[in-house]
C-alpha cells in the first residue's frame, strides 16, 4: 500500500475524531484542565497562556498518542500473525471498515459507542506528569466515544507490512487529533466564539467520517486499494517518494 496514502487517511480520520460530537464541544474543559490555568487566562493569550498550553498541551497529546500508538503496533502484530490468510484479512478487515461506515452514517444504533465512556480524575495530578497520565487516560477512556473512526484505522494498520508502519498509521491519527487541539487551545477565544457556528456542522463530521470509512472498505473487499496506491505512487513525483 501507498504509505502516503495510508498516513493521508489516518490524520484525516484524527481531525474527523476531533470534530466529533464527543470531542469538540469539551475542548474548553480539557484545555483549562490541563493548562491549570482559567478560561479567562487562557483566552487573554499571554505568553504565559502559550506556554503552558504548548508544553502541558504536547504532554497530554504525548500521552493519548502512546496509548493509540500501542494499539496500532497490537493490531499490525495481529495482521502479521496472519499474513499467510493476507488477502482473506483484506476482505475481512473490509467487512469491518463497512460496518463502521454503515454505523457513523446511521444505519444502525449501538449503545457503547454511544456512550461517553471517560476515566474521570477528580483532580489533576500535579505537574507535567499529571498532564502525562490525563493524555493516557484520554486514550484510553474515550475509545468507545471515538470507536468507530478508530477501529476503522486499527483495522487498516492491520493490513499494514510492519510494526513500525502500524504504529506510523496510528501516529499520525494522533496528529490529525493533537494539530487542531493544540490551535484550538492557543485560540480558545475565537474557538469559543466560532463554535456555536460550528454546531451545524458537527452532525455532518459523522457521515463523512462513515462514508469515509464505507469507501475504504469497498476498496480493501474488492482488493482495488493496492491498485489505487499504486497509481496514486505513479502519479507522486520522486522526490516525494525518496522521503516517504
Not at 489533576?124 to 468507545?144: D, E, H, N
Not at 463530521?205 to 496514486?232: E, K, P, Q, W
Request: hydrophobic fraction near 55%; include cysteine.
Amino acid at each position: 500500500m501507498n504509505p502516503s496514502l495510508t498516513l493521508t487517511v489516518a490524520f484525516t480520520a484524527g481531525v474527523l475524531s476531533f470534530l466529533s460530537p464527543c470531542v469538540l464541544p469539551l475542548i474548553p474543559s480539557y484545555a483549562t484542565f490541563v493548562t491549570g490555568m482559567s478560561l479567562e487566562e487562557l483566552t487573554e493569550r499571554s505568553g504565559r497562556a502559550h506556554r503552558a498550553v504548548l508544553v502541558h498541551g504536547g504532554l497530554f497529546i504525548l500521552g493519548f498518542s502512546l496509548v493509540f500508538m500501542m494499539l496500532g503496533a497490537s493490531a499490525t502484530a495481529l495482521g502479521g500473525l496472519l499474513r499467510m490468510y493476507g488477502d482473506w484479512v483484506g476482505r475481512i478487515g473490509g467487512v469491518i471498515l463497512l460496518f463502521f461506515g454503515a454505523y457513523l452514517l446511521g444505519v444502525f444504533k449501538i449503545g457503547a459507542f454511544g456512550r461517553e465512556a471517560r476515566v474521570h480524575l477528580a483532580d489533576k495530578p500535579m505537574g507535567y506528569a499529571g498532564s502525562l497520565v490525563v493524555g493516557i487516560a484520554f486514550g484510553a477512556g474515550w475509545t468507545p466515544c471515538i470507536g468507530p473512526v478508530l477501529g476503522g484505522i486499527l483495522t487498516l494498520a492491520a493490513t499494514q507490512g510492519s510494526i513500525g508502519q502500524g504504529v506510523g498509521l496510528l501516529a499520525a491519527y494522533s496528529a490529525g487529533l493533537a494539530v487542531p487541539f493544540i490551535v484550538a487551545t492557543l485560540l480558545l477565544d475565537r474557538f469559543i466564539g466560532g463554535f456555536a457556528r460550528m454546531r451545524r456542522v458537527i452532525p455532518w463530521v459523522n457521515r463523512i467520517s462513515g462514508a469515509i470509512l464505507v469507501a475504504l472498505g469497498l476498496l480493501l473487499i474488492s482488493g482495488s486499494f493496492t491498485t489505487l496506491s499504486g497509481l496514486l505512487a505513479r502519479w507522486t513525483p520522486s522526490f516525494l517518494l525518496d522521503r516517504i
